[in-house]
């Protein structure tokens, strides 16, 4: 049996909170630490944890790791990203700079259809190696696990290509991989004007195939205003789910458009983004289990409102943040950012920022039971910062790199 012993770890934290599987308003406040503490991993899974005086003596079949004195948390849960696609769009971030809205780019047929053309033209091999390369950054920037959406393929082929890279990153890489079915990301320019048309054959053909192959664990539609309405998105959840594909959707980014009313009739996972969520969508979530989560990194690089973060808190619901890491509206998957600016630009104390990046970030992939705190039992995904004075440093020292090491499944990774 594999045994690890990690000592002198000057702030331990994110340590369980007694079985709870999502924290909701004032329980966010609480990140359960310990100063001085070591931690014990065997095979992949945290077994204890303590005061470093009460420390278990090491023997020649334990791996003794020093963290000098530096902080322990639990990898981030990225709960929505697009990580898998090909190229990069920077022509579009200049032309935003020059004026041009979100909305305006993707009407002009640029944006997600950009995207589009260049993953058609990009072979299986290639993609994965360009999504590898995002992979190992987020690892190294703290990320444990993840979820993967399709939505650049936009015809049955090139979905299928997509959720096929993401199964092998699922299987090549020690980082827990949840994969999600984004058919409807955006009407192909075939289809123009014919909508319906799409929605017919993401029902009829993409999401049989998706389903009967169990490539995807969830499905995701952009319902949003230029995009896809309620009832379309209603028609495809529907047929997701005779699949037993769960929703997580992507809501009220452009306007407050039915997205997340829609996602709770179809008991979503989880309704994402919110920068434009009204009063009554904040209190329909309260009778829910959907989970909204913030995408602050993208209002930050569209210069966009962020989502009500802090008052979805006061009002007593669960959040979660992710980075929605996608070549268009944030081509970032650093979690350690966005816990930052979940704290300067959503007014969320840094212990609820990081529990809204770690444990409710794995609620809202389904995966908290086994990921997201140091508890015992729980898979060790974790890593190791520089000695910081406080868990309030994280978010504060915002561009600096304190994460060190990280451990995925108990096993640095390097
Ligand atoms: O979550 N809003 C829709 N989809 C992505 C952006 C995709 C893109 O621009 O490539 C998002 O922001
Ligand atoms: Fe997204």
Redesign the pocket.
Known sequence: MKRRLIINIGLLAGIGHDGRICLKGKEMGALHTLLNAYLVVEDGHFTDYGKMEDCPLSDDNVEVIDAKGGAVLPSWCDSHT?VVYAGSREQEFVDKIRGLSYAEIARRGG??LN?ADRLHELGEDELYLQAMKRVSEIIRKGTGCVEIKSGYGLNTEDELKMLRVIRRIKATTPLKVVSTFLGA?AVPRFYKDRQEEYVDMIVNDMIPVVGTEKLADFIDV?CDTGFFTPEETARILEAGAAYGMQPKI?AD?LASSGGVEVGVEHNALSVD?LESMVEAEIQLLKDSHTIPTA?PG?SFFLNMPFAPGRRMIDEGLPLAVAS?Y?????PSGDMKFIVSLSCIKMRLLPAEAINAATLNGACAMGLSREYGTITRGKVANFFITEPIPSIDYIPYAYTTPIIQRTFLQGEEYV
């Open positions: 697009h944006g997600i995207s990301h952009f992507h980014e983004h995408l993208t929605d996608n070549p268009g509206s944030t």
